[in-house]
């Protein structure tokens, strides 16, 4: 029997499918090079924008066509309403911290005992989430929903799975959580800088990378982590979503845009090389960002001051998102769509041309 997983979202599913790809091998099954070759396919999924959304059911129509009649499985980000349209039209819906229990679900026997572990597919880079969940309900966000609010894995786990990534020869293990920074708030006597630094201090030539952190949780100590410590490598991921206070606000993201600058600019200021003009990229710093144009009632004076800031900031990249309704979050329910789709498309290429190109 071969298995092939269709992954969607972020590196949180990316993460999560090397975990289902170890459970399935765990009963046997061999991975297929293609979906056309797979007895079973996962979908991981995001229902994060719509687009993403519209690929699955395009894809499940596809294998349930035909001579294609293969038993499909959906886990990942799902919202309770398309849950419920997926339902008839799948084989299995489970939540992925039932993974363990997925034989059981799909009524095969499991030849070895089930690890948590991932099948590290990538012999350099190793996905290790740290963290599951947000509690912050930015207005458009899915998230918060599909999985939950947030809860930290235990120090030791993570620790032993970064032990173990780097004995099998990994270089670089990549922290995620959909907020990083708040690691441990949950836990008694631990926090994301105390984290790292047990992590650094794993012995090994290695390096260590983290997302996604948040603009309202980035305490000093942990900028001067970064900036000190060699196996930490030099890239902060920092979304800014809109440089428009107003539109801000209605995300219900927690700060300004003088506040984003105004942090960016201290983490840039611990990175300049010596002796550097402090104008335009000098920095070592690479900063990453995630924006979405057309979030409803951003007006084309809104947009700009996005323009704005992001010329200020000078980042490295930008995923650049069309806002599209999610349904039951806040925005989607408070708020019309109504930035049209063209509007919303040159305000991508806008931004695109001005940071990626
Ligand atoms: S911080 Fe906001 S955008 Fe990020 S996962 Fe949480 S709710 Fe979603």
Redesign the pocket.
């Known amino acids: 029997m071969k298995y092939y997983i269709f992954t969607l979202g972020c590196q949180m599913n990316k993460s999560d499918s090397e975990r289902i790809a170890k459970v399935l091998e765990s009963c046997g099954f061999k991975s297929a090079p293609t979906e056309e070759g797979a007895d079973l396919i996962v979908i991981n999924a995001c229902s994060v924008r719509q687009a993403a959304v519209d690929r699955i059911y395009g894809k499940i129509k596809k294998w349930q066509s035909g001579k294609q009649n293969k038993k499909i499985v959906i886990t990942g980000c799902i919202l309770p309403l398309d849950r419920h349209k997926l339902h008839s039209k799948v084989d299995l819906i489970f939540d992925i911290k039932d993974l363990p229990n997925l034989p059981k679900m799909l009524s095969i026997p499991s030849l070895l005992p089930i690890t948590h572990h991932p099948l590290l597919r990538n012999k350099r880079e190793a996905l290790i989430p740290i963290m599951t969940g ?1 509690n ?3 207005s458009y ?1 899915a ?2 929903y599909t999985r939950g609010r947030e809860i930290s894995r235990p120090e030791e786990e993570i620790i032993n799975e970064v032990k173990q990534s780097i004995s099998r020869g990994i270089k670089k293990v990549v922290l995620l959580g ?2 990083v920074n708040n690691y441990g708030l949950d836990l008694k006597n631990t926090s994301f800088v105390q984290l790292l630094k047990k992590i650094i201090g794993i012995p090994g030539n290695f390096q260590i990378s983290f997302l ?1 952190s ?1 603009p309202w949780n980035f305490p000093d100590q942990l900028i001067e982590l970064i900036a000190k410590e060699p196996k930490l490598i030099k890239e902060v991921h920092l979304p800014i979503q809109s440089g428009d206070d107003e539109i801000l606000k209605k995300m219900n993201r927690n700060y300004t845009s003088g506040q984003y600058l105004a942090l960016i600019s201290k983490l840039k200021s611990h990175f300049r090389p010596k002796g550097e003009c402090c104008e335009g990229r000098v920095s070592n710093l690479y900063l990453s960002t995630d924006i979405i144009v057309g979030f409803p009632t951003e007006t084309k004076k809104a947009f700009e001051n996005t323009v704005k800031v992001c010329k200020q900031a000078r980042f490295n990249k930008a995923y650049i998102a069309q806002y599209s309704p999610r349904p039951g979050t806040v925005s989607a329910k408070l708020y019309k769509d109504d930035v049209p789709k063209t509007e919303k498309k040159r305000r991508w290429q806008i931004l695109n041309n001005l940071i990626n190109s």
Request: aromatic share 10%; hydrophobic share 20%; glycine share 0%.
């Open positions: 947000c912050n309900f930015c966000c998230v918060p959909q907020n996604t948040n």
